[in-house]
């Protein structure tokens, strides 16, 4: 799921301050971080092969100054090298017309450079530039119906975790049933309220809320530790939050206008970038809570 950006640093004495700065820019663009770092020559192949076989990591830093003499512009070939469609982001104490001037000397291309006192920010430039696929309407319909599908998986294992005591398997089963036979009942009450075809095809309720349902009520009646009320409280909003913008993304439309792409929804405002850049926040967040669920429950 694209709910992760991976970033390999080659540095060997970043402070935690830096660390920090670059995992918040990570997240100020909507992702988790995942920050790999990388100290020898020997290392970086070990991480280049891993490039080449599964495409991990969305951004290298490279320093200037390493290590036992290496520096970061000797280096940056045989990175280019190991790395060559990874976007490079070249940086050290000096100013930024030194580092180009390095790197159009050694022949290299495609390497942004900074000054290091600004590395966070434009690290943060940076994944708003190179993620604009990851912005496009059928990007994130994808990642939503991954999310919710994972999380269906995870509310799944809760369930067949409490099931396995055979009386409480009969009383979710008698339960989820009556949840069916309920929703079934509002729904065909409700369809006086479609006047429209729209209303009608686009209007009906979700299998997924129906799981969440049962599995939220089965760790209430089972589990009352503080962390589990917690999560269930940091929850309560998984069907507005997630399962209602899956369905919202479902039914959108994308147009090309001259100004760019427009994720036109049937109800409110146009969808922006910044509406995506939450939405994957919000995504990532909710499916942490039900995965640290799951884990409370079924250990």
């Not at 909003?237 to 399962?243: A, M």
């Amino acid at each position: 799921m694209n709910l992760t950006f991976n970033v390999c640093w080659i540095e060997d004495q970043a402070s935690n301050a830096e660390v920090d700065a670059i995992k918040a820019a990570i997240r100020q663009n909507g992702f988790h971080p995942e920050v790999q770092r990388v100290e020898t020559e020997e290392e970086i192949k070990a991480f280049a092969q891993r490039q080449n076989h599964y495409h991990d990591f969305e951004l290298i830093l490279l320093d200037l100054r390493l290590g036992e003499g290496l520096r970061g512009n000797d280096l940056a070939k045989d990175v280019r090298r190991h790395f060559p469609s990874t976007p490079l982001l070249f940086y050290s104490g000096v100013d930024e017309g030194s580092l180009r001037e390095m790197m159009f000397k050694a022949g290299i291309e495609g390497v942004y450079c900074v000054h290091r006192d600004r590395l966070a920010q434009r690290v943060a430039e940076l994944i708003r530039d190179l993620s604009p696929a990851l912005n496009r309407l059928n990007a994130m319909r994808g990642l939503a119906a991954q999310v919710v599908a994972d999380c269906d998986q995870q509310l799944r294992n809760i369930l067949i975790h409490f099931g396995k005591d055979d009386q409480k398997s009969k009383e979710i089963v008698t339960s989820i049933k009556d949840k069916i036979v309920d929703g079934a009942k509002r729904q065909v009450e409700s369809l006086a309220d479609y006047k429209t075809l729209n209303d009608l095809i686009f209007g009906l309720p979700v299998p997924s809320g129906l799981l969440f349902s049962e599995a939220r009520d089965r760790a209430r009646s089972e589990n009352g530790s503080d962390e589990v009320r917690d999560l269930l409280r940091a929850l309560r909003n998984y069907p507005s939050k997630v399962l209602f913008r899956r369905n919202t993304l479902a039914h959108a439309l994308e147009e090309r206008t001259e100004d760019g792409w427009i994720i036109r929804r049937k109800e409110g405002a146009a969808l922006t970038r910044g509406d995506f850049e939450r939405y994957r926040a919000e995504f990532l967040s909710y499916h942490r809570d039900i995965c640290a669920l799951r884990d409370l429950l079924v250990a």
